[in-house]
């Protein structure tokens, strides 16, 4: 069975998802951590559950997902996994638009990735597997990871209660973004629960009842 711990992290209140089973061994899901008190949170946790960090999966590369990325290598030794397409933006493309707060993730505050993740990709933790669903539009290389078993879901910047990810961003295409969450998202059980990257969780049903931006 999994479990599903959100911490919010940084001043956009951003998601950080831990992600663990019985055996003890955790994914975490878009660190950003920016601070000690968002690394407190995450210790304390991770400490009082007793977890094993295996592997750091970023859905997308904006900085308020990955301020956390070496502080996670740091502490439990997993440097991040994300699609090859958000590289650049992990690397610094964009910092004038994102402003001062990008030069928290330069220099040598820059683990390398320790995988380039593609659709379709499964990643194993534990007794449980997370399938790569590639959902571009909001960013470049947007991931979803889904835990069929579970009938759990993390779409990142993708898919909000009511909401989809903002396109305004360096490379993202509003299109694309629509079209992938119908085709790939949409496609998905009803029940499947979906924890998003910012707000509260969702369900697939509801969303595509009651999704405005996706008709």
Known sequence: MLTVKTLHMNMLEENC?????????????????????????????????????????FTHAHYDHCFGAA?????????????????????????????ELCHFMQGDNLPHPARF??????????????????????????LCF?????????????????????TDLPGGDTQQLVDNISRKLFTLPDDVTVYTGHGPETQIGFEKKHNPYVR
């Open 17 to 57: 998802h831990i992600v663990s089973d019985e055996t003890k061994e955790a994914v975490i899901i878009d660190c950003g951590a920016l601070g000690k008190g968002d690394f407190k949170k995450i210790t304390d946790y991770v400490e009082s559950q007793g977890l094993h960090i295996i592997h750091h999966l």
């Open 71 to 99: 502080f996670i290598q740091k502490t439990y030794g997993a440097a991040p996994e994300m699609d090859s397409a958000e590289a650049p933006i992990y690397k610094g493309t964009g910092s004038d638009f994102f402003g």
């Open 117 to 142: 993740l593609s659709d379709g990709d499964e990643v194993t933790f534990g007794n449980h597997q997370l399938k790569v669903i590639a959902t571009p539009g909001h960013s470049p290389g947007g």
């Open 146 to 166: 889904y835990c069929e078993k579970e009938k759990v879901l993390f779409s990142g910047d993708t898919l909000f209660y009511g909401s989809v990810g903002r």
